[in-house]
Nanobody, 116 residues
Framework: QVQLVESGGGLVQAGGSLRLSCAASGSIKSINTMGWYRQAPGKQRELVARITSDHRTTYADSVKGRFTISRDNAKNTVYLQMNSLKPEDTAVYYC??????????WGQGTQVTVSS
């Protein structure tokens, strides 16, 4: 019904930047909250940032001031601009979207690796 496709991950040195994108497609009536989560090896998946349909944002304390989430409602796409990256940001990043009328969906994940 709904697919989320992420792109933009990769390998970057500490202090560098990456931009993640996640495009939703399928039988979409509307998308409520969209967000980014991450999971590092041996750790639980955690919220990085989320944004509502009216562009209200929430960030994890660990990324405040470095990461910016945004969305283009016309394109059903959410972005995560990541600046001043640190080795501890290394993880698989997952896109999440709450799609009306179905519920929550996850993307397949994209690897972000920050070298020191």
């Amino acid at each position: 019904q709904v697919q989320l496709v992420e792109s933009g991950g990769g390998l970057v040195q500490a202090g560098g930047s990456l931009r993640l994108s996640c495009a939703a497609s399928g039988s979409i009536k509307s998308i409520n909250t969209m967000g980014w989560y991450r999971q590092a090896p041996g750790k639980q998946r955690e919220l990085v940032a989320r944004i509502t349909s009216d562009h209200r944002t929430t960030y994890a304390d660990s990324v405040k001031g470095r990461f910016t989430i945004s969305r283009d409602n016309a394109k059903n796409t959410v972005y995560l601009q990541m600046n001043s990256l640190k080795p501890e940001d290394t993880a698989v990043y997952y896109c999440n979207a709450v799609v009306a009328p179905y519920g929550g969906y996850w993307g397949q994940g994209t690897q972000v690796t920050v070298s020191s």
